[in-house]
């Protein structure tokens, strides 16, 4: 198989998840203006809970197909047998998911109001399986996962603006994500098949395949329990309204972590590949390069939300969700450490297939996180849950960081921190003096280009590397298409 650019690769990605952004701020500022707080509470709330039956359905398969079918890629009939056994476990897991939903929908009180919501929403989990997107992950086709990404979101937004009117359309929304996730199943069904043709297998292998997969989907399961645990725990002990603050908040801050973390994913199977094939010195430079990469993309994002919070919430929002301020700026302050902690664990630890180091670390920060959210929700509401994060994201990157240190030496490292730390302070200092701007519209471009401007030229003088590497691969990218 012929390489792909990890560059290239790196870049439609990033496309893909830039399009994460700018769809959502068409949409999510009409349905936040059109829909109640409560409204989008009890949307959120549902959401969160199909999210746990989605990711037993699922397991651990993604991550471990994607890394597993890297190393095999090049051997068509070991690919097309691994494909087949996985897909069969799959839908395994999702047929004794189903049963389980449907008692649960039978005997949880609070589900009795939420029933028609919970079931529109519960399409997403066998098509999701169906859908094999991880077979695109193995073959790094990040091309057409980005125009296949766009095409749906396009159509979502017009689906949206037609079915969503007025308060109370909180099903018509939900029908809306849920034919979003389908039709894109669907696509990738009918194009993976194209790839390599493999079906349903009697033998599933569980031997060679079930502990990696387990390990992996303890730490999968473990991560949504300190994601979404905020969302189940404020709907379960505060209110709907809670819940509709919240979402705001997490709505910017899973928007910002998705475009962050997009770099590390499609960096997977190179990694996973350099290891398996003994290339450490191409391993180590792609890794810093990667690492600078976030660092000098990161920072700017953080310190930006934080300095124009009221602004953000007021353009993807209204007057109304104002009580979200505070649990923004929580939430931003967890976003570098989300980004890094993410970075340890899956370019680090997940080559390396140490995934009962991340398992321990991700364990670990549920507990944390669920055990302060059922303490201090009852008193701080939204803020706690985001309070919770922050900390939970925290500890997996220490518990993470202390394993990883063998594994990798990174130089360099210091010096772009020193240089991103410069460069936000002066965002900072931009964004105080443009405050005296009056109009709205005005202050907020303002801020945005100057502040961008003056943090790349400051990173430019101190010639860091990261802003050294996107300019290099920019202008290779314009003289190519040239």
């Given at each position: ?101 449907f008692m649960c929908l039978l005997t949880v009180p609070k589900f009795h ?138 709505k910017i801050y899973t928007v910002l972590k998705t475009v962050a973390t ?56 209204d007057e109304s969700y104002m009580g979200a301020i505070e649990s923004l ?154």
């Amino acid at each position: 198989m012929k390489e792909k650019s990890l560059k290239l690769n790196m870049a439609l990605n990033a496309v893909k998840s830039l399009m994460g952004i700018v769809f959502p701020l068409i949409s999510f500022p009409y349905v936040a203006k059109t829909l109640s707080v409560t409204d989008l509470g009890q949307y959120n709330f549902a959401s969160s809970v199909i999210g746990y039956f989605a990711l037993f359905a699922q397991l651990g398969i993604s991550s471990y197909a994607v890394r597993e079918g890297a190393g095999i890629r090049d051997n068509q009939e070991k690919l097309k047998k691994f494909c087949g056994e996985i897909l069969s476990i799959n839908m395994l897991a999702t047929a004794i998911v189903y049963v389980v939903f449907f008692m649960c929908l039978l005997t949880v009180p609070k589900f009795h109001g939420d029933t028609a919501l919970l079931l529109t929403f519960s399409v997403q989990i066998i098509f999701t399986t169906i859908g094999t997107e991880w077979i695109f992950g193995i073959y790094e086709d990040y091309l057409f996962l980005t125009i296949r990404s766009i095409v749906v979101q396009m159509l979502s937004i017009v689906l949206l603006f037609v079915f969503v009117r007025k308060q109370g359309d909180v099903i018509p929304y939900a029908v809306v994500t849920v034919v979003a996730n389908v039709g894109s199943n669907v696509v990738n069904c009918v194009c993976a098949q194209k790839k390599i043709q493999f079906g349903l297998r009697k033998s599933l292998n569980l031997k060679h395949h079930l502990k990696p997969i387990l390990i992996i989907f303890s730490t999968a399961l473990a991560c949504t329990i300190y994601v979404n645990s905020d969302v189940t725990v404020l709907g379960f002990i505060c209110s709907d309204y809670n819940v509709g603050l919240y979402s705001v908040s997490t709505k910017i801050y899973t928007v910002l972590k998705t475009v962050a973390t997009s770099t590390l994913m499609v960096a997977i199977p190179r990694l996973s590949y350099y290891i398996a094939n003994n290339m450490q010195s191409d391993y180590n430079k792609q890794l810093k390069t990667i690492l600078q990469t976030v660092i000098v993309l990161i920072a700017p994002v953080t310190v930006g939300v934080i300095m124009l919070r009221r602004e953000v919430i007021l353009l993807l929002a209204d007057e109304s969700y104002m009580g979200a301020i505070e649990s923004l700026v929580i939430l931003c302050a967890a976003l570098p450490v989300c980004v890094l902690a993410t970075f340890v664990g899956q370019c680090i630890l997940m080559p390396f297939k140490e995934e009962k180091i991340i398992f321990k670390a991700t364990m670990i920060s549920a507990a944390v996180n669920l055990i302060l959210n059922l303490i201090l929700i009852p008193f701080f509401a939204q803020n706690a849950a985001a309070f919770t994060t922050l900390l939970a994201e925290g500890t997996a990157l220490i518990i993470q960081a202390h394993y990883a240190r063998k594994y990798v030496k990174l130089s360099g490292i210091l010096k772009t921190i020193r240089n991103t730390t410069l460069g936000s302070i002066a965002i900072v200092i931009c964004c105080v003096l443009l405050s005296k701007i009056h109009l709205f519209s005005v202050r907020i471009v303002a801020d945005i280009v100057i502040s961008a401007i003056t943090y790349l030229v400051i990173l430019m003088l101190l010639k860091e590397e990261g802003v050294v590497f996107i300019l290099r691969w920019t202008r290779q990218r314009k003289s190519g298409e040239k």
